[in-house]
């Protein structure tokens, strides 16, 4: 079946440490791809997106992503996260004529000082 | 102002009554989008519609219907409402002709007694 995966409910780091949040999908070809952020009480901000061409995109905030097509997956990264990255973070996938998103059941994040 | 907007933010209401979300937008997008958000289970589809004249049956419709009276308005209601749709609903917004990045509204906090 087709299926969007975040396998990590929860992640807590330390401010200044490297993040990675991850994103496995299942489709048959490569869906469009998407990063959404929600702060608490707040709507979804776009993050960053990949259609096609380079694997690494650069998004909003310090972030980036890249596409490994070997792997089905669309990881999030930032090598220093900061104390107002705090928020649930979510992957969305968009197959291939569907115009519709796939969301995954998002990351939780939690940042020590 | 915001490009996408929802009335109204808090909702609370009661078992068998019927509701009214709105979702407006000013972005001049033909294709608008319903999701509702549960703890753990990220966002998923209720309705969406690509013009005025076109309306589909997302993941979850059951229990809901939508109206699209103009380009830029899409109305979701809750014909009795029911505990179980306490949720977070967000309203989204396209184009196709600017990708298919959607672009949400602040969303509106249901609460069913």
């Known amino acids: 079946a087709q299926s969007v995966t975040q396998p990590d409910i929860h992640i807590t780091v330390s401010e200044g440490a490297s993040l990675e949040l991850r994103c496995n999908y299942s489709y048959g070809a490569t869906p469009y791809l998407f990063w959404y952020v929600q702060s608490p009480g707040q709507g979804l901000q776009l993050l960053l997106k990949?259609?096609?061409?380079?694997?690494l995109v650069q998004g909003i905030k310090g972030f980036e992503a890249e596409f490994k097509r070997s792997q089905s997956s669309f990881n999030l990264r930032k090598p220093s996260v900061h104390w107002s990255d705090a928020a649930e973070y979510f992957c969305?996938?968009?197959?291939?004529?569907?115009?519709?998103?796939?969301f995954g059941t998002g990351t939780r994040l939690k940042v020590l000082a | 102002d915001a490009d996408v907007t929802q009335t109204p933010r808090n909702r609370i209401t009661k078992t068998g009554k019927r509701i009214m979300l709105e979702c407006s937008q000013t972005k001049g997008h033909d294709r608008m989008y319903w999701y509702r958000q549960d703890p753990g289970l990220g966002l998923r589809l209720i309705y969406y519609s690509f013009d005025v004249k076109d309306i589909n049956k997302g993941e979850i419709s059951d229990g809901y219907s939508v109206s699209r009276q103009a380009q830029a308005k899409f109305s979701l209601s809750l014909e009795s409402a029911i505990p179980n749709q306490t949720a977070l609903y967000f309203c989204?917004?396209?184009?196709?002709?600017?990708?298919?990045?959607?672009?949400f509204g602040p969303g509106t906090r249901l609460l069913v007694l």
């Open positions: 990949y259609f096609s061409g380079d694997t």
């Open positions: 969305a996938v968009d197959p291939p004529g569907t115009y519709k998103y796939i």
């Open positions: 989204a917004t396209s184009d196709l002709r600017q990708g298919e990045t959607q672009y």
